[in-house]
C-alpha cells in the first residue's frame, strides 16, 4: 500500500489521526458552529472550503467565526492549524520590528502591523469580532452596534491592492503566454489563480473592488476552459466556460462574453453540432467586442460550410476579413490576425470543397505563423493544409498524411490533445479509403499517432 501523502497542514494532520475524511470534517465543524454564527445563526462551511484549509491553499486566514470553530475543535490556534505541521510557532503579537500591535489578520489580507493613529485592516476585524458576533453571555447586540460592525465587515472585505494588481498582471501574461507555453505548465497556475480570485469573491466585497475581481475570476475559468478544450477535456473546458459567462455577465464585460461565445461554439463545432455552433456564433455577434467579432465571424464561416451553406460562409469570411484585429492580443482567444484569417479561409473553402484554393490560404498561415512559437495555431494551419489535399476534385493523401504527420511534431510535449484527436479523426478517413492504407505517408502517420487514440463521436469535424 502506498505511504499517505504528506500532510501539508497540521490540520490535515489531526483529521488523518482522527481517521477523518474531508467530508466528515466539514460535518463535525458543521455541528460544532451551530449558533456561533452572526445572530446566533449557525456558522457552517463548504467542502470546497474545508479542502483549502487542508491544503494550505489560503491567501490568508479564514473569517474570524471560522476560526474561533477551529480553536474549539482542536483546542490550537487557527494560525497554527492552518500552517505546515512543522511550522515554528512565533508571537503573533509582534511585528517583524518587535513592536506589539494587534495582530489579528483579516479574512484574506497577511497579518501586519498599522500605524497607530489608523485603524488598520487587522484592528476592524477584532472590531467585526466583537461587534457583530454574540457575546459570551448568548445575549443579542443592539441593532445600532451591529450595523457598524456590518459596516465595517463590508470595508475590510475589500481586497488590498496589491493582491488585486498581481492577478491583473497574470491576466496580462496569459494574452501571449498562454500560446507559446506547453499547457500542462499551464494548469496549476491557472486554477490556482482562479481560487484565490473566487475565495476574495466569497467575502463582502462590494462596489468597483467585486466588478474588478468578478472580470478577473471570470478570465482564469475562462483560461482553464480553453485549456481544457486544447487538451481534449470536453466535461472541464464546458464547466470552466459556463462559469466564465456568468462572472462575465456579473461584470457587464463584452470581451470576456464574447471570447466565452467564441470557445462555445468551437466546443459545439467539435463535438459534431454545427448548427448550435453556428447559433452561438451569430448570437454573439450582436454588441460583439472588436477583437471578439472577427473570431466569431470565423467560428460561423467553419460551422455554415460544413452545414452546405456557402452563400452564409463566404458572407462571414467577408465579416471576418472586414474586422480583422490589428492590435495587441487582449485576455481571451488567440488574436485573430491576418494569419487568423488566412487559417480560417483554408478551413472553410476546404469544408465546402474547394482545397486547391485552401492550399494557398493555408501556406501563407503557416508561413506567418512560422518561428512564433505559436504550437497550437501551427499545428491548427498544418491539418488546415491536410484537408485542403483531401477536399479536392484530385486529392493527394500522401501529400495529406504528411501534413498531420507535421501537425503532430509540433503538438509534441505541448500537451494539446486536440490536435491527436483531429490527427487521428483525418487518419481514419485516410485508411478507409479503398487503396490509400497502404501508402507510405499513411503508413509513417499512423506510427506518430496513440496505440488507443481519443475515440471520437461519428459526426466530429475531420
Same mark, same amino acid.
Given at each position: 500500500?502506498?505511504?499517505?501523502?504528506?500532510?501539508?497542514?497540521?490540520?490535515?494532520?489531526?483529521?488523518?489521526?482522527?481517521?477523518?475524511?474531508?467530508?466528515?470534517?466539514?460535518?463535525?465543524?458543521?455541528?460544532?458552529?451551530?449558533?456561533?454564527?452572526?445572530?446566533?445563526?449557525?456558522?457552517?462551511?463548504?467542502?470546497?472550503?474545508?479542502?483549502?484549509?487542508?491544503?494550505?491553499?489560503?491567501?490568508?486566514?479564514?473569517?474570524?467565526?471560522?476560526?474561533?470553530?477551529?480553536?474549539?475543535?482542536?483546542?490550537?490556534?487557527?494560525?497554527?492549524?492552518?500552517?505546515?505541521?512543522?511550522?515554528?510557532?512565533?508571537?503573533?503579537?509582534?511585528?517583524?520590528?518587535?513592536?506589539?500591535?494587534?495582530?489579528?489578520?483579516?479574512?484574506?489580507?497577511?497579518?501586519?502591523?498599522?500605524?497607530?493613529?489608523?485603524?488598520?485592516?487587522?484592528?476592524?476585524?477584532?472590531?467585526?469580532?466583537?461587534?457583530?458576533?454574540?457575546?459570551?453571555?448568548?445575549?443579542?447586540?443592539?441593532?445600532?452596534?451591529?450595523?457598524?460592525?456590518?459596516?465595517?465587515?463590508?470595508?475590510?472585505?475589500?481586497?488590498?491592492?496589491?493582491?488585486?494588481?498581481?492577478?491583473?498582471?497574470?491576466?496580462?501574461?496569459?494574452?501571449?503566454?498562454?500560446?507559446?507555453?506547453?499547457?500542462?505548465?499551464?494548469?496549476?497556475?491557472?486554477?490556482?489563480?482562479?481560487?484565490?480570485?473566487?475565495?476574495?469573491?466569497?467575502?463582502?466585497?462590494?462596489?468597483?473592488?467585486?466588478?474588478?475581481?468578478?472580470?478577473?475570476?471570470?478570465?482564469?475559468?475562462?483560461?482553464?476552459?480553453?485549456?481544457?478544450?486544447?487538451?481534449?477535456?470536453?466535461?472541464?473546458?464546458?464547466?470552466?466556460?459556463?462559469?466564465?459567462?456568468?462572472?462575465?455577465?456579473?461584470?457587464?464585460?463584452?470581451?470576456?462574453?464574447?471570447?466565452?461565445?467564441?470557445?462555445?461554439?468551437?466546443?459545439?463545432?467539435?463535438?459534431?453540432?454545427?448548427?448550435?455552433?453556428?447559433?452561438?456564433?451569430?448570437?454573439?455577434?450582436?454588441?460583439?467586442?472588436?477583437?471578439?467579432?472577427?473570431?466569431?465571424?470565423?467560428? #460561423? *464561416?467553419?460551422? @455554415?460550410?460544413?452545414?452546405? /451553406? %456557402?452563400?452564409? =460562409?463566404? !458572407? &462571414?469570411?467577408?465579416?471576418?476579413?472586414?474586422?480583422?484585429?490589428?492590435?495587441?492580443?487582449?485576455?481571451?482567444?488567440?488574436?485573430?490576425?491576418?494569419?487568423?484569417?488566412?487559417?480560417?479561409?483554408?478551413?472553410?473553402?476546404?469544408?465546402?470543397?474547394?482545397?486547391?484554393?485552401?492550399?494557398?490560404?493555408?501556406?501563407?498561415?503557416?508561413?506567418?505563423?512560422?518561428?512564433?512559437?505559436?504550437?497550437?495555431?501551427?499545428?491548427?494551419?498544418?491539418?488546415?493544409?491536410?484537408?485542403?489535399?483531401?477536399?479536392?476534385?484530385?486529392?493527394?493523401?500522401?501529400?495529406?498524411?504528411?501534413?498531420?504527420?507535421?501537425?503532430?511534431?509540433?503538438?509534441?510535449?505541448?500537451?494539446?490533445?486536440?490536435?491527436?484527436?483531429?490527427?487521428?479523426?483525418?487518419?481514419?478517413?485516410?485508411?478507409?479509403?479503398?487503396?490509400?492504407?497502404?501508402?507510405?505517408?499513411?503508413?509513417? #502517420? *499512423?506510427?506518430? @499517432?496513440?496505440?488507443?487514440? /481519443? %475515440?471520437?463521436? =461519428?459526426? !466530429? &469535424?475531420?
Amino acid at each position: 500500500m502506498p505511504p499517505a501523502p504528506t500532510a501539508r497542514t497540521l490540520l490535515a494532520q489531526l483529521i488523518r489521526q482522527k481517521r477523518w475524511t474531508v467530508d466528515d470534517f466539514v460535518r463535525a465543524f458543521n455541528k460544532a458552529g451551530r449558533q456561533s454564527g452572526p445572530d446566533g445563526e449557525d456558522h457552517t462551511i463548504s467542502r470546497r472550503q474545508a479542502t483549502r484549509w487542508v491544503g494550505g491553499r489560503l491567501p490568508s486566514l479564514p473569517h474570524p467565526a471560522s476560526r474561533r470553530v477551529l480553536e474549539t475543535m482542536f483546542a490550537t490556534d487557527a494560525e497554527v492549524l492552518l500552517a505546515p505541521p512543522d511550522a515554528p510557532v512565533r508571537d503573533r503579537s509582534l511585528t517583524a520590528e518587535g513592536v506589539a500591535v494587534a495582530a489579528s489578520a483579516s479574512d484574506h489580507e497577511q497579518t501586519g502591523s498599522a500605524p497607530s493613529e489608523e485603524v488598520g485592516s487587522s484592528r476592524r476585524r477584532d472590531l467585526l469580532g466583537a461587534g457583530v458576533l454574540l457575546t459570551a453571555t448568548g445575549s443579542l447586540i443592539d441593532p445600532v452596534t451591529r450595523a457598524a460592525g456590518i459596516s465595517r465587515a463590508i470595508a475590510a472585505s475589500t481586497p488590498d491592492p496589491l493582491t488585486l494588481a498581481q492577478l491583473q498582471h497574470g491576466i496580462h501574461q496569459l494574452t501571449t503566454r498562454y500560446a507559446l507555453t506547453p499547457h500542462a505548465e499551464l494548469v496549476g497556475p491557472i486554477e490556482r489563480a482562479w481560487d484565490n480570485a473566487e475565495a476574495l469573491l466569497e467575502t463582502r466585497v462590494t462596489g468597483t473592488s467585486r466588478t474588478d475581481l468578478e472580470l478577473v475570476a471570470g478570465q482564469y475559468a475562462y483560461y482553464r476552459g480553453q485549456l481544457a478544450f486544447d487538451m481534449g477535456d470536453e466535461q472541464t473546458a464546458l464547466t470552466f466556460l459556463v462559469l466564465a459567462a456568468q462572472h462575465a455577465n456579473a461584470a457587464g464585460d463584452s470581451l470576456l462574453s464574447g471570447s466565452v461565445a467564441v470557445m462555445r461554439s468551437s466546443c459545439a463545432f467539435f463535438s459534431g453540432d454545427f448548427g448550435r455552433s453556428a447559433a452561438l456564433a451569430q448570437q454573439g455577434q450582436a454588441g460583439a467586442h472588436p477583437y471578439v467579432a472577427p473570431l466569431l465571424a470565423g467560428c #460561423l *464561416a467553419r460551422a @455554415l460550410a460544413q452545414l452546405g /451553406h %456557402a452563400d452564409g =460562409a463566404m !458572407a &462571414a469570411l467577408g465579416t471576418l476579413h472586414d474586422t480583422v484585429w490589428d492590435g495587441a492580443s487582449l485576455p481571451g482567444p488567440n488574436v485573430a490576425s491576418q494569419e487568423f484569417y488566412e487559417a480560417f479561409s483554408a478551413i472553410t473553402l476546404s469544408y465546402l470543397g474547394r482545397g486547391d484554393e485552401a492550399e494557398q490560404h493555408a501556406r501563407t498561415s503557416l508561413q506567418l505563423v512560422a518561428d512564433s512559437g505559436r504550437h497550437v495555431q501551427a499545428a491548427g494551419s498544418q491539418l488546415a493544409l491536410a484537408r485542403a489535399f483531401l477536399r479536392r476534385p484530385a486529392p493527394d493523401p500522401e501529400q495529406a498524411a504528411g501534413a498531420v504527420t507535421d501537425a503532430l511534431r509540433v503538438a509534441a510535449g505541448n500537451d494539446h490533445g486536440r490536435t491527436t484527436i483531429r490527427a487521428t479523426a483525418i487518419y481514419r478517413r485516410l485508411i478507409a479509403t479503398p487503396g490509400w492504407a497502404g501508402l507510405p505517408a499513411i503508413r509513417d #502517420l *499512423a506510427s506518430h @499517432l496513440p496505440a488507443s487514440p /481519443h %475515440a471520437l463521436p =461519428a459526426a !466530429a &469535424a475531420v
